[in-house]
C-alpha cells in the first residue's frame, strides 16, 4: 500500500514534535521524507536526528518530489504564503493552527487548495478529546434540546515571561502577529463555535497584564447569534494560576459542562419551554420548577488534550481512503474569523459582524505594529506579506 510521505516546513518545537511523533508511529500509512527550516544548523541537526534529507527552504523541500504533504509549522505569518506554494505544486497542505494571522490571506490559501484539489486540514487536534467529542454528539443528538447559550473559560494556559522571551517573534505584532486569540486560544475558539454554533456578532474587552509583551495576554468576548437571544461568552488568558477549561452549553432541555477531563449532563424532568407554557396560567403557580439531576457521563478513555498524531493519522487516510478530515480549512477558519473580530472590537471599539472584513483587519494589524511595535519580530509580517502579494500578482 502507498505510503503517505510528510514533509515538515519549520523545525522549531512543534515541527519537533510533529517530527517525532509521526516518527515514533510507524505507520505502514505516513511517514517523515523530509524537513525544512529556514536556519541552516536547526534544518541539518533535525534532517540528522530524524534521519531524512533536509532543506533551508520550504519551497526546496517542495520541489525535491519527496513529499506528498507538508505540515507547516512556521511562524503564524507565513502559514498563507507556504501553504499556497505547495498547493500550486499539487502537495496536500496541513496547516498549524491559525490558519494565519488575518481572514484574508487565509482565505486565499483555501480557495487556492480548491482551485488546485489538494486536501487541506488544520492542526485543531483537541476535537480529538474524548470529552469534546462525546459532548459534539450529544448536543447534536439534540439531548439538551435548543441551545441559548455557551460559555467557554480557558485559563489553563499560564506562560513565563521566559516562554515569551524564547523567540523573537513570540509576544510581538511584527512576528507573531497577535497574542493568546492566535496562539494558545484557537483550540478553545474551534471547540466553542464546533459545539456550540458559530456566532454572527462579537464584543471584546482585551489586554494585557504582567507580561512585558506587545499584544494581548487576556481576552473577554461575548458572542451573538442568528438564533434570537442566544449569547456565548469567552474568557481566555496565559496569565491566571490556578486555571481550568471549561465550556459549558446550556439548552431548553438541560446543560453539558466539560472541566477536567470529565463530562457532566445537568438534566431537566421538564423542558424550560415546556414549563412555560404549563405555568402561564393564572392557576397554575402551584406547578413546581423544572428539577435537575446531575450525573457524570461516561466517556471513551484517551489524551486529555488530543493528540497531534490524530489529525495527522486521520489526514493520510483521507487521502489514502477518502475518510473524513478532523477540521478541514472551511471549518478551521471560524475560528480565525471569531480572533479578528475580537480584536477590532477590542482596538476599534463596538460590536463586530462576521464574517470579518478583511481590509480592516489588516488596517488594524498595521497600525498595532506602528504604534506598538519594539522591532523585536524583525518584520515577519512585512516579508510574508511580500511572499502573498507576489503570489496573487500584486
Known amino acids: 500500500m502507498k505510503k503517505i510521505r510528510f514533509g515538515i516546513v519549520g523545525m522549531g518545537v512543534i515541527g519537533n514534535l510533529h517530527a517525532r511523533t509521526i516518527t515514533e508511529d510507524a505507520s505502514d500509512e505516513f511517514a517523515l521524507s523530509a524537513v525544512a527550516d529556514i536556519v541552516p544548523d536547526i534544518a541539518g541537526k533535525a534532517g540528522e536526528k530524524y534521519g531524512v534529507p533536509s532543506f533551508n527552504d520550504g519551497l526546496a523541500l517542495y520541489d525535491s518530489g519527496l513529499v506528498d504533504a507538508v505540515i ?20 496536500h497542505v496541513l496547516c498549524e493552527k491559525p490558519l494565519g494571522v488575518r481572514v484574508g490571506p487565509a ?39 435548543e441551545v441559548f447559550r455557551v460559555e467557554m473559560i480557558c485559563s489553563s494556559w499560564y506562560r513565563t515571561q521566559a516562554y515569551y ?25 474551534d471547540l466553542f463555535q464546533w459545539i456550540g454554533g458559530m456566532p454572527n456578532r462579537v464584543t471584546a474587552v482585551l489586554a494585557t497584564r504582567a507580561h512585558r509583551i506587545e499584544v494581548e495576554n487576556s481576552a473577554n468576548i461575548i458572542c451573538q447569534y442568528d438564533q434570537p437571544g442566544k449569547v456565548g461568552y469567552i474568557y481566555a488568558t ?9 465550556l459549558m452549553v446550556v439548552g431548553d432541555k438541560g446543560t453539558l459542562i466539560a472541566e477536567g477531563g ?5 438534566e431537566l424532568d421538564m ?48 487521502l489514502l481512503h477518502g475518510t473524513p478530515l478532523v477540521v478541514t480549512g472551511k471549518e478551521a477558519i471560524n475560528e480565525l474569523e471569531i ?11 463596538g460590536a ?43
Not at 262 to 266: A, C, F, N
Not at 340 to 348: D, H, K, P, R, V
Not at 363 to 386: N, P, Q, V, Y
Open 271 to 318: 423542558a424550560i419551554s415546556e414549563h412555560l407554557v404549563k405555568s402561564s396560567a393564572a392557576s397554575a403557580d402551584h406547578i413546581p420548577h423544572p428539577k435537575a439531576a446531575w450525573k457524570d457521563v461516561e466517556v471513551a478513555s484517551g489524551d486529555q488534550y488530543g493528540k497531534h498524531i490524530e489529525v495527522t493519522r486521520a489526514f493520510a487516510r483521507h
Open 72 to 91: 507547516i509549522a512556521t511562524p503564524h505569518y507565513w502559514h498563507p504564503p507556504l501553504g499556497i506554494e505547495a498547493a500550486r505544486r499539487k502537495i
Open 165 to 189: 522571551d524564547s523567540g523573537a517573534w513570540r509576544g510581538t505584532w511584527d512576528g507573531e502577529g497577535g497574542g493568546i486569540l492566535l496562539n494558545q486560544a484557537p483550540h478553545s475558539l
Open 339 to 349: 480572533s479578528n473580530a475580537a480584536y477590532l472590537s477590542g482596538f476599534n471599539g
Open 107 to 145: 482565505r486565499a490559501m483555501i480557495a487556492e487548495c480548491g482551485r488546485q484539489g489538494v486536501a487541506m486540514g488544520c492542526m485543531l487536534m483537541q476535537r480529538t478529546r474524548a470529552t469534546m467529542m462525546k459532548m459534539k454528539e450529544l448536543v447534536d443528538s439534540g439531548l439538551i434540546g
Open 262 to 266: 470529565k463530562l457532566r449532563h445537568g
Open 352 to 394: 463586530v459582524d462576521l464574517p470579518v472584513d478583511a481590509g480592516a483587519i489588516n488596517e488594524l494589524i498595521l497600525r498595532l505594529e506602528r504604534e506598538r511595535s519594539t522591532g523585536k519580530g524583525k518584520g515577519m509580517r512585512a516579508e510574508a506579506d511580500a511572499a502573498m502579494a507576489k503570489l496573487m500578482g500584486r
Open 238 to 246: 496565559t496569565a491566571e494560576l490556578p486555571g481550568t477549561e471549561r
